[in-house]
């Protein structure tokens, strides 16, 4: 199996992440999406963001390929359910998840983009920020209460989903809007019990910390983005 991967991205970081939590064989290829060559748009099937998959067909019919990072979670653990399952079996419960790593992505990574690049401080700033706290106390309601991780005590997709961002919501929220989570009441502190636990786990150790001089490298990466410019499509509700 292929990885397309920039190592920055947090919605890459969420399929390199299931692969190695699952133990998965696979060649991470590193690319720049923003170069749009004729080889790009071809490898990523048009949809030209990272991250993408690509299979090799068992029936040896050519390969398959796979995009949007969370269709790649779901496409990870069909094709090994038996490894490290980051999905329930019970339909019920699998629903449910998948309900929240859409949730993540409507009321959580928009507002982080959104406060990030509001260059001024005001009204969109404010607005941003609350919306953020708003969106995260929503999960934070989901998680299961003993935890330390979403669904319990094993790591699931929807931790997979959610850890890129938040710890983009710590370190480039903190060094660029000088932001911090609350950290008053019962509900919040059970986040922090989930963000430690989630910072502990070896594949984002090996996503994250295991590059050289990570964490100064993801905030100089961010800059342009603190001034207001980068992706322009990140900040969008979908
Ligand atoms: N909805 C996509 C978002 C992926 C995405 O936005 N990736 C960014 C890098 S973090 C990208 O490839 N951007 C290239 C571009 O916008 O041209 C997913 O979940 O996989």
Request: proline content about 5%.
């Amino acid at each position: 199996m292929k990885l397309y991967n920039a190592w920055y991205c947090p919605f890459a970081q969420r399929a390199w992440m299931a692969l190695v939590h699952k133990g998965i064989d696979f060649e991470c290829i590193e690319v720049d999406p923003y170069n749009k060559t004729d080889w790009w748009v071809k490898t990523s099937r048009g949809a030209e963001l990272v991250p993408v998959v690509v299979q090799v067909n068992a029936d040896g019919s050519g390969e398959t390929t796979i995009v949007e990072s969370n269709r790649i979670l779901e496409f990870l653990e069909d094709f090994a359910p038996d490894q490290n399952a980051i999905f329930a079996r019970d339909p019920v419960q699998r629903a449910e998840q998948k309900y929240w790593m859409d949730q993540i992505g409507i009321k959580v990574t928009p507002y982080l983009y959104r406060f990030l690049k509001v260059s001024g401080a005001g009204e969109q700033r404010d607005e941003a920020r609350e919306k953020l706290i708003e969106g995260l106390s929503k999960l934070i309601v989901a998680m299961n209460v003993d935890g330390p991780y979403f669904n319990g005590d094993s790591v699931s997709a929807v931790d997979i989903a959610l850890i890129p961002f938040a710890y983009r919501i710590d370190v480039l929220l903190g060094a660029y809007r000088d932001f911090g989570l609350p950290e008053e009441g019962e509900a919040w502190q059970r986040y922090r019990r989930w963000y430690e636990a989630m910072l502990r786990q070896p594949a984002f150790r090996k996503t994250a910390f295991d590059q050289d001089d990570y964490e100064r490298r993801l905030v100089e990466h961010y800059y342009p983005y603190s001034l207001g410019e980068g992706q322009v499509d990140v900040t969008k509700v979908s």
